[in-house]
């Protein structure tokens, strides 16, 4: 009985997952990882069908004109079909898969869960000498590959940034962006007594989920200390959720003093977007996509801009993480490999890559794009451009030791500290305790093998993307 609720209930969230999917689009038959390519043509004037699965928006539009070109223009008679899918992504990658409904292309927003669970079909054998050489400096282990199989390629990281209303900071008399913590909840408090009348609010984040208090808080914490991120100190190999005490007290106290966007315990990132669009925000934290998301998805003459984020105490001790390293790759269970790959290619070719970054949809991390020397134009852009303290920071267990993690994640956890308070101290204990139990046990049976690095220091990892200041 309780088995066939379970089919039931995967089978309803799949129907709603799918929607847009054609009934014969994807990839059916039994799961094959071999590297080895598949054969993908079909009959004499057959198309040859391949679903895309991506959970951006902010570039859309651009990626379907580019797809739509691609239909129009390649000669292997493929037919790409792009969903883009909604907050409920990994869900629905989970689901399709142990359905056999994945898609043959996938954005891969979680490189290590998907290569444990067998999602993932390497590359290697179909990547050119040449391909191979321009993506040799860019590759990182257990981001694209793991033990010399390739998976993934880089295309483009999220530069974190403040993102603030200028005219709002002139309004309320604030002469500059926060370079603290402690600015930026006197900032906001600042700007919500001027502006409470017209609407106008100090700070807002996505906090309907957990992203909200990671978007806010992950940068912050990666620049004012110089041992870990995500909450994993890659000194000593444990997670020290203490990392995010201070900027924890700092949202709960905005919190408090009324500082944030009534009702932003629902809010997700595209209203408050639209919120920005329209001047009732006057800050909030986000990546390098919002160049392009105030271009084309929500227009708007407000007078904006993006510094980097306040730290601790206003010095910079680590690095402003990179988010990024992995892009998409090819399902393992997909019966059109070849074509698959023939689209993938196409995706990360330096035309496209390079009309990309051109354009403002993200900043690119691949050599042969960057050493072009063209910067993208877009308003807005300026301030999410690599700077001397921007990295990519090598990969950590965060998020497979969340596999089998007991109870709420990190990112869920402060969100309810954020808007109930309580006990900090409490709280980041109790996420230590399990998080290195489970971390112990991934350990013990082989599930990860990454360990401590003494020797890490997040400063050594400045200036490798770009010297500039």
Known sequence: MVKKWVIATLGAVLALSLAGCSADGGSKGAAGSSDAPANSKGTAGEKTKIIYWTPDRHDAEFMKAKIDKFNQTN???????????????????????????????LQINDFQTYYKKGYLAPINSYMSDEMKKTFKDSQIENKNSIDGKIYTLPNTGQIWRLVYNKDIFKKAGIASPPKTIADMVAAAKKITEVGKSEGIYGFASPFKSGTGFWRAANTIAGASNNFGIDG????????????????????????????????????????????????????????????????DQFPTTENWGAVPVPTADGTIKGAFPIIGGSYIGISADSTHKEAAWKFMEYVYSNELQTEYYEKGYGISLIPAVLKSGKKPSIPGIEGFLPKRYDAIYPANPGTITESSLEGMKWPETFNTFVFTGGDVGAVIQDLDTRYNASLQKLRAAGTTNIVADPAFDAAKLQGKLSTEE
């Open 232 to 295: 994993y100190n890659y000194k000593t190999g444990q997670f020290d959720f203490s990392m995010y005490k201070d900027i924890a007290l700092a949202l709960r106290q905005m919190k408090e003093d009324g500082s944030m966007l009534p009702g932003v315990e629902n809010l997700d990132i595209d209203p408050l977007r639209a919120q920005f669009a329209q001047g009732k925000i006057g800050m909030y934290v986000n990546h390098s996509a919002e160049p392009g998301v105030y271009k």
């Open 75 to 105: 000669h292997d008679n493929i037919e790409v079909e792009m969903n883009v899918m909604g907050d409920n992504y990994p869900q629905a990658v989970d689901i399709a898969f142990a359905s056999k409904q994945a898609p043959d292309v």
